[in-house]
């Protein structure tokens, strides 16, 4: 969880402005809103990650809590590689290899996804606050 703050901004201009980002992105969905919160849904595919922006006013300022699910990740690419790593099991039964090797390489490869599509879901919190702390005159 991180918390931000915003000068001079109210709860609704917040959540707009989160809501016009996620539409412009095409990776970033809103999956909910209610009245001092917002979930998006970062995808590539498969879901990413759920960013949750709670904001809490104190007097003139906004205070703003992020906070990041990766769990949508985990169980939407354990499949994939689970799948991955029956297809290597059922050649090398069928043409009797016994390379162990093969069945590390399948899973480095799946942490190295797994290293980019978290780097993805940071890349896209940047990108929000980024457009969210330029300053248009």
């Known amino acids: 969880m991180k918390e931000h703050e915003f000068l001079a901004l109210k709860t609704h201009e917040f959540l707009e402005m ?5 539409r412009e992105r ?9 009245d001092d919160t917002v979930i998006l849904t970062c995808h590539l595919g498969i879901p990413i990650s759920h960013i ?5 006013e104190q007097g003139e300022n906004l205070i703003v809590t992020r906070k990041v699910n990766l ?4 169980y939407s690419s354990l499949p994939i590689f689970i799948l991955l790593e029956a297809i ?12 162990i090797f ?5 899973a480095l490869a799946w942490v190295i996804a797994i290293g980019f599509l978290i780097y993805q879901t940071f890349a896209e919190l940047e990108e929000i606050f980024r457009k969210l702390y330029r300053i248009e005159v």
Do not use: M
């Open 18 to 22: 989160i809501e016009a980002i996620a």
């Open 26 to 34: 095409q990776t970033l969905k809103i999956k909910r809103r209610t």
């Open 52 to 56: 949750r922006f709670k904001t809490k």
């Open 71 to 74: 769990l949508p990740l985990f």
């Open 88 to 99: 290597i099991f059922l050649i090398s039964y069928f043409r009797n290899l016994d390379n």
């Open 102 to 106: 093969i069945y590390i390489l399948v």
